[in-house]
């Protein structure tokens, strides 16, 4: 299959909201595509250190994730490749085309100067979890989160 992979568009934002919010898990903290999508996105698209990266086939896209590049004090100054939000669509997945998606982010960290790549994936998802240990990553660290 062939991929390009490129910066969101405005247009693509219905799209990739589709994407995210496309499993029981995320869905209820996605929501319907609506306002705040649209000031997320803006922000995403403004900051220096933001990449909203759509995978694209034959026009259509077909997979998303967000990439946050973190300079850092500790690991003697190393910056971070923040990887967030990764989904391909429902009907194309185990077809290689997420690894194609975590390979494109480990280019642009690495063009990027950053060190680590990291990331987050909810207790709920095994299946996400064995697709990232056999990408390389090790579960280190054990994740906290606040709701605000």
Same mark, same amino acid.
């Given at each position: 299959m062939d991929l390009i992979f490129r910066e969101a568009k405005r247009d693509d934002?219905?799209?990739?909201?589709?994407?995210?919010?496309?499993?029981?898990?995320?869905?209820?903290?996605?929501?319907?595509?609506?306002?705040?999508?649209?000031?997320?996105?803006?922000?995403?698209?403004a900051s220096p250190d933001n990449e909203l990266v759509v995978a694209e086939s034959d026009g259509e896209v077909i997979g998303v994730m967000q990439l946050t590049f973190i300079p850092g004090i500790s690991r003697n100054g190393a910056s971070r490749l923040l990887v967030e939000a990764v989904r391909v669509s429902s009907d194309l997945r185990g077809q290689g085309i997420g690894r194609r998606l975590m390979e494109h @982010? =480990?280019?642009?960290? &690495?063009?990027? +100067?950053?060190?680590?790549?990291?990331?987050?994936?909810?207790?709920?998802?095994?299946? @996400? =979890?064995?697709?990232? &240990?056999?990408? +390389?990553y090790d579960q280190s660290h054990e994740g906290f989160k606040l709701q605000l």
């Open positions: 934002l219905e799209r990739i909201v589709e994407l995210i919010a496309d499993d029981a898990v995320a869905a209820r903290r996605t929501g319907t595509y609506g306002e705040p999508h649209s000031r997320a996105f803006e922000a995403i698209t @982010a =480990h280019e642009r960290g &690495r063009a990027r +100067g950053c060190a680590l790549a990291q990331l987050t994936s909810d207790k709920q998802r095994p299946e @996400a =979890h064995r697709f990232y &240990r056999s990408l +390389g």
